[in-house]
């Protein structure tokens, strides 16, 4: 298969803004109380690291949390030079297509991988930036959020999109429940239509509500239901569960231009939640990881095989 660059089409078209912010907080909220709980000292340091640019964000309540979103208002100004850092779109090949799909280097798996060597490289005190530190936190809080997304990990090939859905944002639905849901990926990131859209900065009742959502996916998805996974530290991994996610639900039983069943709501909502749960525990289990002391002249670790 060919392999042509992606650039000119990510200008023609530039991607839906998420609804997904309130998953982005949901996940946010799950790992800052994790962290809490198991070091709330670590927990101080890296709250006081991603407080630092706090200035250019929008937070109120709990900037650890709210920070989730900034990645995004980053967009909203037009700062696009990082946008596609939110997106990892493997393809989805439905069957019988035969043709070309793109691929785009600055994708979210390599973002996820500069973050967290960004935050390994800042415990040795000659690289120690504020800057880079809260910057890095922000985009890694947000991007662990994106990629388990399964449609920020996926773009469908077919006779009808020989050059990709782009993530779901050209395969149009009808959904008149949320009539603001026009295609699968925004079905996608709204939490398959569940909990709004709470933005930063965020009111005391809203904070409630994250608390409310968070509690009930961690009721439903404990650690010990989901540990397996949550064991599997390796953002190419979860791209792959995403992309796999979208292959067998996302895009199984739904046609272009129709209203997704029922049993899609259902199913997509239970698969959405256990994401949710998923990408919380991981996302605190890595930032839990990532600022322990690297000495000088320690290498960084380096996973990422090219
Ligand atoms: C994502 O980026 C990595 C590293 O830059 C690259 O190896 C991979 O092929 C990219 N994936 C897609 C689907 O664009």
């Not at 992606?6 to 912010?21: D, E, N, Y």
């Not at 798996?109 to 809260?134: C, D, Q, V």
């Not at 698969?271 to 991981?282: C, D, K, T």
């Not at 990532?290 to 320690?298: N, P």
Request: hydrophobic letters at 40%; glycine letters at 4%; one cysteine or more.
């Amino acid at each position: 298969m060919k392999i042509i660059s992606v650039l000119a089409l990510l200008l023609l078209v530039s991607p839906t803004l998420g609804f997904w912010s309130t998953g982005h907080m949901i996940i946010a909220r799950i790992a800052h109380e994790e962290i809490k709980a198991k070091d709330p000292k670590y927990h101080a340091t890296i709250t006081k690291e991603i407080e630092l640019l706090k200035d250019f964000a929008q937070e109120e309540i709990n900037p650890f949390v709210e920070s989730a979103v900034w990645a995004d208002d980053n967009k909203a100004i037009a700062w696009g030079a990082f946008s596609n850092w939110h997106f990892v779109d493997t393809p989805v090949i439905a069957e019988g297509f035969e043709g070309e799909y793109e691929v785009d280097n600055a994708n979210a798996t390599w973002a996820i991988y500069e973050m967290r060597k960004t935050l390994k490289n800042m415990n040795k005190p000659k690289f120690n930036s504020g800057l880079a530190l809260s910057f890095a936190w922000r985009y890694l809080i947000h991007l662990v959020g994106d990629i388990h997304q399964p449609l920020h990990a996926s773009a469908l090939y077919s006779d009808q999109f020989p050059h990709g859905d782009r993530g779901g944002n050209s395969f149009k639905i009808t959904y008149p429940a949320d009539k603001q849901v026009k295609n699968l990926h925004a079905l996608w990131d709204s939490c398959v239509d569940q909990y709004g859209s709470i933005w930063a900065p965020v009111s005391d009742e809203e904070w409630n509500l994250l608390g409310k959502y968070s509690d009930d996916i961690k009721s439903e998805y404990p650690r010990s239901r989901v540990d397996k996974r949550v064991k599997v530290l390796d953002e190419r991994e979860w791209a792959k569960e995403s992309n796999k996610i979208a292959t067998e639900v996302v895009y199984a039983d739904i046609e272009p231009n129709t209203t997704p069943s029922e049993e899609y709501i259902t199913r997509g909502r239970e698969v959405v939640n256990e994401q949710l749960a998923v990408a919380g525990y991981r996302l605190a289990d890595l930032m839990l990881q990532l600022r322990h002391y690297v000495s000088e002249g320690e290498e960084v670790e380096s996973f990422m095989t090219e």
